[in-house]
């Protein structure tokens, strides 16, 4: 069965600082990877995707991910992080080939301190 | 600007009472999503239309319906809405249902049951 597992429940940083959150997913085939963010009070919405090719996507707003196709990995990164930034992240996966299933990680909680 | 809207965004029922949450989107696209998510949780897909074709997951219970009348609507039905129903519930769409299309999320109905 898919599972996909976040282990940071909630990250708390000052302005500036790097950020880096953990997804790891577990699957028996192969997968397409998204990040989801959720600002608060507002709608889930797609921050970047990895398909296939090069392993290292860039989103919006700064955020890049990389594939680790050895790790079962696809951390979320952004070198220097705003206050805007406050939100919970969402990693998600579908199977490449078939419906479109999200299955989610339980998410991470962002609190960047201005 | 197109969306996904869900109303309401809070809705109150009683135990056993039955209950409907909406959906409707300015997005003309073909696939719409029910997903559950409870408190601390991941998002978890109960089922999807795509367009009139209705897939149910194999484990969302029998106390869930749904009904699409229309490209722009999709309601979800409760019931017998129990204690361990209530949860945020959250409506998606995408273009179709291929598993690299980019699902749209609406703010998600916040359900109590009484």
């Known amino acids: 069965a898919q599972s996909v597992s976040q282990h940071n429940h909630h990250v708390i940083l000052s302005e500036a600082a790097s950020l880096e959150l953990g997804c790891n997913y577990s699957?028996?085939?192969?997968?397409?990877l998204f990040w989801y963010v959720q600002y608060p009070g507002q709608h889930l919405q797609l921050l970047l995707k990895?398909?296939?090719?090069?392993?290292l996507v860039k989103g919006i707003k700064g955020f890049e991910a990389e594939f680790i196709k050895s790790k079962f990995s696809f951390n979320l990164r952004k070198p220097s992080v705003q206050w805007s930034d406050t939100a919970e992240y969402f990693c998600a996966v579908t199977p490449q080939t078939g419906a479109n299933n999200l299955f989610f990680g339980t998410g991470t909680r962002l609190t960047v301190i201005p | 600007d197109a969306m996904v809207i869900q109303n309401p965004r809070y809705q109150v029922t009683q135990f056993g009472k039955p209950v409907t949450l909406s959906c409707s989107q300015t997005?003309?696209?073909?696939?719409m999503y029910w997903y559950q998510q409870k408190s601390s949780q991941a998002p978890k897909l109960l089922f999807h239309y795509y367009d009139k074709d209705f897939n149910n997951e194999a484990d969302t219970p029998d106390n869930f319906q749904s009904r699409r009348p229309n490209t722009s609507f999709c309601f979800l039905d409760i019931r017998s809405p129990g204690l361990g129903d209530a949860a945020m519930y959250l409506c998606a769409t995408s273009r179709d249902v291929g598993p690299q299309e980019t699902q749209y999320f609406g703010p998600g109905t916040r359900l109590l049951v009484l």
């Open positions: 997005l003309n696209h073909n696939v």
């Open positions: 990895y398909f296939s090719g090069d392993p």
């Open positions: 699957y028996g085939g192969t997968v397409n």
